[in-house]
């Protein structure tokens, strides 16, 4: 089966720490994701990897950064923390030869 | 430019009555895949279902249904007899197969609650 995991489940933060969501895929898939996901709103594409070291902006990339060093790790960082973005984080993967996205079980975020 | 309507914020049902989650969605691409995912209160994503614009068939995947109309736009979700189990939000999303980056665009979701 795969298996995505995500670093914590819940996290507390101060405004203006330096923020770091790991997320690990553990089938070889090419494509990785990061959302947020806010009552109402669905869930915002924040950066995608479709390989190592490359990345691409979502739709919401203000306020955050990524890394892909490693094909299996796609790391999300929030530079200087806000409470705007308290939130629930999601991590997914994807195989190119299929349409399924795995998720990871999210991080629900405070920063307070 | 592409989007995702599901206009049911919440929904309640009684246990072993059939439910329809309805979705509407747009894009100009002739070529797209929509897809059902299904959030528990435990947070992770389940990916329940998947149709294709081309496929002929409306897809089914055990007691979840797809009732696809492509001239409406519409890809509603329908489980048939539902269980307590069911109960989590609902997802609606929309990938552009054409799209090289493999994104989804997601709907806002609806919230199921099956009573017993």
């Known amino acids: 089966d795969v298996k995505v995991t995500q670093s914590s489940r819940y996290l507390v933060k101060r405004t203006g720490e330096k923020v770091f969501l790991e997320c690990v895929q553990d089938m070889d898939h090419e494509n990785m994701f990061w959302y947020r996901q806010d009552p109402g709103l669905g869930l915002r594409l924040i950066y995608f990897s479709y390989d190592v070291k490359m990345k691409e902006k979502g739709d919401i990339p203000e306020g955050y950064s990524v890394s892909r060093e490693k094909k299996e790790r796609f790391s999300l960082i929030l530079e200087s923390a806000s409470t705007n973005q308290t939130s629930m984080y999601l991590c997914?993967?994807?195989?190119?030869?299929?349409?399924?996205?795995?998720f990871g079980p999210g991080t629900r975020l405070t920063v307070l | 430019a592409q989007k995702i309507t599901q206009t049911q914020p919440g929904m309640f049902v009684q246990e072993k009555e059939a439910v329809t989650l309805d979705c509407t969605y747009d894009t100009s691409d002739p070529s797209y895949g929509l897809f059902w995912y299904k959030q528990p209160s435990s947070g992770e994503m389940i990916f329940l279902i998947y149709q294709g614009s081309y496929d002929q068939q409306n897809a089914t995947e055990g007691r979840y249904s797809l009732n696809f109309q492509k001239a409406r736009k519409s890809a509603n979700l329908v489980i048939s007899a539902s269980q307590l189990g069911d109960s989590a939000m609902y997802f609606c999303?929309?990938?552009?197969?054409?799209?090289?980056?493999?994104?989804?665009?997601w709907g806002a979701g609806t919230k199921l609650i099956i009573k017993p």
């Open positions: 997914a993967s994807m195989d190119r030869e299929y349409n399924e996205q795995f």
């Open positions: 999303a929309m990938r552009d197969i054409m799209d090289s980056n493999y994104q989804l665009i």
